[in-house]
């Protein structure tokens, strides 16, 4: 029996892997289909996107804030995997009140995550695989911070746009940017995610903007407005990237290609 604890203290009690899994995660959908196959699936969410042709060959059950309780319940999952922040505790409360097993994760911190994957690995019967890919991860993660290719660089990441905002210090994405050695200057901020105006990011002066993917879609148009604002020194110095998100805010698997793709995208 394999006994697993999850981010809401509650215990799971595993006598043989789970066969029968629903994952309301994208990243954790990519993580189960790498290390167990896709079959181990029965139902992911719609923004689920990899690996390639997940969603064509798994039943879509929702959003990650919209899913669908009664379609979810009806699969009969053996395990459902949901995230604290990128799931809403209602929707968490109405599986458990289904008689559902739920799984609670919330990983903060490029650490955390791969703690998080460690344990996907034991849930699943996969714990050399996973352990590899962690182990791989660490071990790249300690040169990286050792070298800190970031040198200092403020950097700015929002994540929506209109109103813009962007990370505090409490977050996933903002531990990934500061191993690389890049600074936050919003890192202060009380709110996890939040609403700044322009003066703040004047007053700021970000010598590096990254412009993601997701949860807001930045797009081409937007990295050459962001090019036509010569107050920001990253506009001068041509440091604004198009950037996909999943390399910033996705834990598992992701968290070993994550590191090489920042690299090559800001150093």
């Known amino acids: 029996m394999e006994t697993v604890i999850d981010n809401r203290e509650v215990r799971h009690d595993f006598v043989e892997p789970p066969r029968r899994i629903i994952s309301l995660v994208p990243s954790l959908s990519e993580t189960v289909a790498e290390l167990a196959g896709v079959d181990a699936l029965i139902g992911v969410t719609r923004f689920c996107k990899h690996p390639a042709g997940l969603r064509e060959r798994i039943a879509t059950v929702g959003g990650t804030k919209d899913p669908d309780i009664r379609k979810i319940a009806a699969l009969q999952p053996d395990l459902v995997l949901v995230n ?12 458990r009140s289904a008689g559902l097993p739920v799984f609670a994760t919330g990983p903060r911190t490029f650490t955390e995550g791969l703690t998080l994957l460690r344990q996907i690995g034991r849930i ?3 714990v050399r695989e996973a352990d590899a890919i962690a182990t791989a991860a ?3 993660a300690e040169k990286i911070r050792a070298e800190r290719p970031g040198r200092g660089l403020r950097l700015f990441y929002p994540v929506w746009n209109r109103p813009l905002m962007t990370i505090s210090g409490d977050t996933y994405i903002h531990d990934v940017i500061t ?4 600074a936050n200057p919003f890192a202060p901020k009380r709110d996890r995610y939040p609403e700044i105006t322009e003066a703040e990011l004047e007053k700021a002066l970000p010598q590096v903007i990254v412009l993601p993917d997701e949860p807001y879609e930045f797009r081409p148009e937007h990295r050459a407005d962001w090019l036509m604002k010569s107050q920001y020194p990253a506009a001068r110095r041509l440091q604004v990237h198009l950037a996909d998100g999943s390399y910033f805010c996705w834990y598992g698997v992701r968290q070993l290609a994550a590191l090489n793709y920042i690299e090559r995208l800001l150093t």
Do not use: H, I, Q, V
């Open 179 to 182: 191993l690389f050695g890049f």
């Open 84 to 95: 604290e922040e990128e799931n809403r505790m209602e929707d968490y409360e109405k599986l």
């Open 138 to 140: 660490e071990t790249r």
């Open 124 to 126: 699943l019967g996969r």
